[in-house]
């Protein structure tokens, strides 16, 4: 059983930065799981933002944060960030981060599907 708490979320200003956590905890062993990004935005469905392999070597962007956004993580912390730069209103969403044993596509790993652990979430709040 793995346990993922999410914490960085706030209320910012157009054009600012954010660095998301997502800390693991439980008997597992963090390098083993692809870690992934998926954020919801009010009145919209989840979506798949990023995601990196489990050694860290291997990332996924989804077009509309390419540049601004950047995933890392530290094995020796159990945990994954990610950096959220040059911030508009439309990135206002609940971030989820998420675990899962595979590694795939980029299509692959943007499905929900096969996630087996998820965090409760952290609020992005973007003002313009």
């Known amino acids: 059983q793995v346990q993922l708490v999410e914490s960085g979320g706030g209320l910012v200003q157009t054009g600012d930065s954010l660095r998301l956590s997502c800390a693991a905890s439980?008997?597992?062993?963090?390098?083993?799981?692809?870690m992934s990004w998926f954020r919801q935005a009010p009145g919209k469905g989840r979506e798949f933002v990023s995601c990196i392999s489990g050694g860290g070597g291997a990332t996924y962007y989804v077009d509309s944060v390419k540049g601004r956004f950047t995933i890392s993580r530290d094995n020796d912390k159990n945990t994954v960030f990610l950096q959220l730069n040059s911030l508009t209103p439309e990135d206002t969403a609940v971030y989820y981060c998420?675990?899962?044993?595979?590694?795939?596509?980029?299509?692959?790993?943007?499905?929900?599907?096969?996630?087996?652990?998820w965090g409760q979430g952290t609020q992005v709040t973007v003002s313009s």
């Open positions: 998420a675990a899962r044993r595979t590694w795939g596509t980029l299509a692959t790993m943007a499905s929900q599907n096969d996630y087996t652990y």
């Open positions: 439980g008997r597992t062993t963090f390098s083993s799981y692809s």
